[in-house]
Nanobody, 122 residues
């Protein structure tokens, strides 16, 4: 069982920045595909960014150039979010799996955190 705990969400104005953290075990950070997803009310959960165990990094088109995924192998997966827009508002989730058949697809992931809320006002 992999436990994931997100933190760092909050309320910011458009153009601002936030850094999300996902605490996980060292083993998971080194050996699992790990990703950030988000879900706005009424919308489906969507992939934001992934850091695979093989070092592959992928971003959703909507966040390219603004968001950066990284990890500290000992402690955390991060999502640095800059130039935030109101459409970035939603609950952000950290997820992990041993192998993601589709890197940004929620159905590929087995373990999920509880989420952290991000609200961007215009």
């Amino acid at each position: 069982q992999v436990q994931l705990v997100e933190s760092g969400g909050g309320s910011v104005q458009a153009g601002g920045s936030l850094r999300l953290s996902c605490a996980a075990s060292e083993y998971a950070l080194l050996n699992y595909d790990m990703a950030w997803f988000r879900q706005a009310p009424g919308n489906e959960r969507e992939g934001v960014a992934v850091f695979s165990s093989r070092g592959t990094i992928r971003y959703a088109d909507s966040v390219k150039g603004r968001f950066t995924i990284s990890k500290d192998n000992a402690k955390n997966l991060y999502l640095q979010m800059n130039s935030l827009k109101p459409e970035d508002t939603g609950m952000y989730y950290c997820a992990a799996t041993t192998f993601a058949a589709s890197l940004l697809s929620p159905s590929s992931y087995d373990y999920w955190g509880q989420g952290t809320q991000v609200t961007v006002s215009s």
